[in-house]
Protein backbone atom coordinates (compact mmCIF):
# COMPACT_ATOMS: atom_id res chain seq x y z
CA UNK A 1 0.00 0.00 0.00
CA UNK A 2 1.31 3.18 -0.86
CA UNK A 3 2.15 5.94 2.62
CA UNK A 4 2.97 9.01 2.71
CA UNK A 5 3.47 10.88 6.00
CA UNK A 6 4.14 14.47 5.89
CA UNK A 7 5.80 15.87 8.96
CA UNK A 8 7.57 19.55 10.36
CA UNK A 9 4.73 21.46 9.98
CA UNK A 10 4.07 23.80 12.88
CA UNK A 11 3.85 27.36 14.05
CA UNK A 12 6.56 29.99 12.81
CA UNK A 13 6.47 33.33 12.72
CA UNK A 14 6.46 35.87 9.27
CA UNK A 15 10.03 35.89 7.73
CA UNK A 16 11.34 32.84 9.76
CA UNK A 17 11.79 28.63 7.92
CA UNK A 18 10.57 25.57 8.12
CA UNK A 19 11.73 22.11 6.66
CA UNK A 20 8.94 20.18 5.59
CA UNK A 21 9.56 16.10 5.18
CA UNK A 22 7.07 13.60 3.46
CA UNK A 23 8.13 9.99 4.38
CA UNK A 24 6.77 7.10 1.32
CA UNK A 25 6.50 3.66 1.55
CA UNK A 26 4.79 1.05 -0.27
CA UNK A 27 6.33 1.75 -3.77
CA UNK A 28 9.87 2.25 -5.19
CA UNK A 29 9.85 6.14 -3.97
CA UNK A 30 13.30 6.50 -6.66
CA UNK A 31 11.04 5.48 -9.81
CA UNK A 32 8.29 8.14 -9.05
CA UNK A 33 8.18 11.85 -9.29
CA UNK A 34 6.91 14.11 -6.62
CA UNK A 35 5.29 17.22 -5.68
CA UNK A 36 4.06 19.53 -2.74
CA UNK A 37 0.45 21.03 -3.27
CA UNK A 38 -0.73 23.03 -0.53
CA UNK A 39 -4.33 24.25 0.94
CA UNK A 40 -4.45 27.48 2.65
CA UNK A 41 -7.66 27.44 5.50
CA UNK A 42 -11.18 27.16 3.96
CA UNK A 43 -8.99 27.82 0.27
CA UNK A 44 -8.95 25.59 -2.68
CA UNK A 45 -5.79 23.38 -4.02
CA UNK A 46 -2.46 25.30 -4.96
CA UNK A 47 0.43 23.40 -6.37
CA UNK A 48 3.35 24.62 -5.28
CA UNK A 49 6.37 21.98 -6.75
CA UNK A 50 7.76 19.38 -8.26
CA UNK A 51 10.52 17.24 -8.66
CA UNK A 52 11.89 14.60 -11.06
CA UNK A 53 12.70 11.35 -9.78
CA UNK A 54 16.24 11.71 -9.84
CA UNK A 55 16.11 15.40 -8.60
CA UNK A 56 17.53 16.79 -12.04
CA UNK A 57 14.48 18.48 -13.16
CA UNK A 58 12.45 20.71 -10.54
CA UNK A 59 9.81 23.49 -10.61
CA UNK A 60 8.16 26.57 -8.92
CA UNK A 61 4.89 28.15 -8.16
CA UNK A 62 5.51 31.71 -8.56
CA UNK A 63 4.18 32.08 -5.27
CA UNK A 64 7.09 30.43 -3.47
CA UNK A 65 10.01 30.76 -6.35
CA UNK A 66 13.30 32.05 -4.31
CA UNK A 67 11.61 31.13 -1.10
CA UNK A 68 11.20 27.64 -0.90
CA UNK A 69 13.87 24.66 -2.04
CA UNK A 70 12.40 21.38 -3.02
CA UNK A 71 14.87 18.56 -2.72
CA UNK A 72 14.51 14.31 -2.43
CA UNK A 73 16.85 11.44 -0.89
CA UNK A 74 16.04 8.40 -2.51
CA UNK A 75 17.89 6.30 -0.37
CA UNK A 76 16.02 7.48 2.33
CA UNK A 77 12.61 7.21 0.62
CA UNK A 78 12.36 10.89 1.53
CA UNK A 79 10.71 14.34 0.16
CA UNK A 80 11.73 17.84 1.15
CA UNK A 81 10.79 21.37 0.99
CA UNK A 82 12.89 23.97 2.52
CA UNK A 83 10.68 26.73 2.69
CA UNK A 84 12.63 30.51 3.81
CA UNK A 85 10.71 33.81 4.93
CA UNK A 86 7.68 32.46 5.20
CA UNK A 87 4.77 34.92 4.89
CA UNK A 88 1.38 34.77 6.42
CA UNK A 89 -0.37 33.83 2.74
CA UNK A 90 2.39 30.49 3.61
CA UNK A 91 -0.40 29.55 5.87
CA UNK A 92 -2.02 25.90 4.84
CA UNK A 93 -2.11 22.63 4.70
CA UNK A 94 0.57 20.84 2.90
CA UNK A 95 0.40 17.94 1.12
CA UNK A 96 3.23 15.32 -1.07
CA UNK A 97 1.68 14.01 -3.54
CA UNK A 98 3.03 11.16 -5.94
CA UNK A 99 2.85 12.17 -9.72
CA UNK A 100 0.91 9.53 -12.11
CA UNK A 101 3.36 7.51 -13.42
CA UNK A 102 2.55 8.50 -17.40
CA UNK A 103 1.77 12.02 -16.71
CA UNK A 104 3.91 13.51 -13.97
CA UNK A 105 1.46 16.60 -13.73
CA UNK A 106 -1.56 14.32 -12.33
CA UNK A 107 -1.61 13.39 -8.61
CA UNK A 108 -2.19 9.49 -7.80
CA UNK A 109 -1.71 8.94 -4.16
CA UNK A 110 -1.47 12.19 -1.45
CA UNK A 111 -0.40 12.34 2.28
CA UNK A 112 -2.49 13.26 4.59
CA UNK A 113 -1.02 16.82 4.89
CA UNK A 114 1.07 18.97 7.46
CA UNK A 115 -0.61 22.56 9.06
CA UNK A 116 2.18 25.47 8.63
CA UNK A 117 1.12 28.27 10.38
CA UNK A 118 3.15 31.76 10.08
CA UNK A 119 1.98 34.15 12.63
CA UNK A 120 3.16 36.33 15.19
CA UNK B 1 -0.21 29.58 -16.91
CA UNK B 2 -3.45 28.03 -17.39
CA UNK B 3 -6.04 29.04 -15.69
CA UNK B 4 -9.22 26.72 -14.73
CA UNK B 5 -12.41 27.89 -14.22
CA UNK B 6 -15.37 25.62 -12.57
CA UNK B 7 -18.77 25.74 -12.45
CA UNK B 8 -20.84 25.86 -9.75
CA UNK B 9 -19.24 26.61 -6.72
CA UNK B 10 -21.69 24.90 -5.41
CA UNK B 11 -24.49 22.69 -5.77
CA UNK B 12 -27.36 20.90 -3.08
CA UNK B 13 -28.18 17.74 -4.34
CA UNK B 14 -30.33 14.84 -2.95
CA UNK B 15 -29.22 11.05 -3.01
CA UNK B 16 -29.69 9.61 -6.49
CA UNK B 17 -29.52 13.15 -8.03
CA UNK B 18 -27.29 13.32 -11.08
CA UNK B 19 -24.99 16.01 -10.77
CA UNK B 20 -22.61 17.66 -13.37
CA UNK B 21 -19.85 20.06 -12.60
CA UNK B 22 -18.36 21.77 -15.10
CA UNK B 23 -14.76 22.96 -15.68
CA UNK B 24 -12.97 25.14 -18.30
CA UNK B 25 -9.19 25.89 -19.09
CA UNK B 26 -8.05 29.09 -20.74
CA UNK B 27 -6.45 27.63 -23.63
CA UNK B 28 -6.45 24.19 -25.30
CA UNK B 29 -5.23 21.30 -23.21
CA UNK B 30 -6.28 18.15 -25.10
CA UNK B 31 -7.16 15.56 -22.21
CA UNK B 32 -4.56 16.71 -19.60
CA UNK B 33 -7.43 17.13 -17.19
CA UNK B 34 -7.47 15.51 -14.08
CA UNK B 35 -10.93 15.53 -11.49
CA UNK B 36 -10.27 15.15 -7.18
CA UNK B 37 -12.50 14.61 -4.50
CA UNK B 38 -11.73 16.16 -1.29
CA UNK B 39 -13.93 15.13 1.69
CA UNK B 40 -13.65 17.78 4.93
CA UNK B 41 -10.62 17.27 7.04
CA UNK B 42 -8.87 14.72 4.52
CA UNK B 43 -6.18 14.67 1.63
CA UNK B 44 -7.55 14.76 -1.81
CA UNK B 45 -8.25 11.54 -3.83
CA UNK B 46 -7.81 11.25 -7.75
CA UNK B 47 -10.91 9.87 -9.52
CA UNK B 48 -10.10 10.70 -12.94
CA UNK B 49 -7.64 11.58 -15.35
CA UNK B 50 -6.77 12.11 -19.23
CA UNK B 51 -10.48 13.63 -18.43
CA UNK B 52 -12.22 10.40 -19.04
CA UNK B 53 -10.03 7.85 -17.31
CA UNK B 54 -11.96 6.11 -14.04
CA UNK B 55 -9.13 5.64 -11.38
CA UNK B 56 -8.54 2.37 -10.36
CA UNK B 57 -11.18 1.37 -7.50
CA UNK B 58 -12.82 4.71 -8.03
CA UNK B 59 -16.85 3.77 -8.48
CA UNK B 60 -18.64 3.68 -11.94
CA UNK B 61 -21.05 6.14 -10.85
CA UNK B 62 -18.27 8.56 -12.19
CA UNK B 63 -17.17 9.57 -15.41
CA UNK B 64 -15.54 12.31 -16.94
CA UNK B 65 -15.88 13.51 -20.61
CA UNK B 66 -14.29 17.16 -22.48
CA UNK B 67 -11.62 17.57 -24.56
CA UNK B 68 -9.71 21.03 -25.83
CA UNK B 69 -11.12 23.81 -22.97
CA UNK B 70 -14.13 22.09 -21.97
CA UNK B 71 -14.77 19.22 -19.39
CA UNK B 72 -17.62 17.70 -17.57
CA UNK B 73 -18.08 15.43 -14.08
CA UNK B 74 -20.96 13.51 -14.12
CA UNK B 75 -22.15 12.01 -10.94
CA UNK B 76 -25.10 9.67 -12.55
CA UNK B 77 -26.84 9.03 -8.78
CA UNK B 78 -25.39 10.69 -5.97
CA UNK B 79 -24.44 8.39 -2.92
CA UNK B 80 -24.16 9.62 0.50
CA UNK B 81 -20.04 9.28 0.39
CA UNK B 82 -20.30 11.40 -2.62
CA UNK B 83 -21.09 14.51 -0.52
CA UNK B 84 -17.53 16.69 -0.78
CA UNK B 85 -15.69 19.15 -2.52
CA UNK B 86 -14.68 18.28 -6.42
CA UNK B 87 -11.62 19.95 -7.75
CA UNK B 88 -10.26 19.95 -11.90
CA UNK B 89 -7.10 20.99 -12.47
CA UNK B 90 -5.26 20.85 -15.52
CA UNK B 91 -2.00 18.20 -16.61
CA UNK B 92 -0.92 20.17 -19.72
CA UNK B 93 1.84 21.33 -18.42
CA UNK B 94 3.61 23.42 -14.92
CA UNK B 95 2.20 25.19 -12.89
CA UNK B 96 -0.32 22.58 -12.78
CA UNK B 97 -2.97 24.80 -11.92
CA UNK B 98 -6.61 23.63 -10.31
CA UNK B 99 -9.88 24.76 -10.43
CA UNK B 100 -11.68 26.72 -7.55
CA UNK B 101 -13.46 23.58 -6.65
CA UNK B 102 -17.18 22.39 -6.80
CA UNK B 103 -19.12 22.03 -3.24
CA UNK B 104 -21.73 18.69 -3.42
CA UNK B 105 -24.25 19.62 -0.41
CA UNK B 106 -26.77 17.76 0.79
CA UNK B 107 -30.13 19.01 -0.10
Known amino acids: EVQLVEAGGGLVQPGGSLRLSCAAS????????MNWVRQAPGKGLEWVSY????????YYADSVKGRSTISRDNAKNSLFLQMNSLRAEDTAVYYC?????????????WGQGTVVTVSS | DIQMTQSPSSVSASVGDRVTITCRAS??????LAWYQQRPGTAPKLLIY???NLQSGVPSRFSGSGSGTDFTLTISSLQPDDFATYYCQQANSFPAHFGGGTKVEIK
Open chain 1, 51 to 58: ISSSGDTI
Open chain 1, 26 to 33: GFTFSRYE
Open chain 1, 97 to 109: ARSYPVVSRIFDH
Open chain 2, 27 to 32: RDISTF
Open chain 2, 50 to 52: AAS
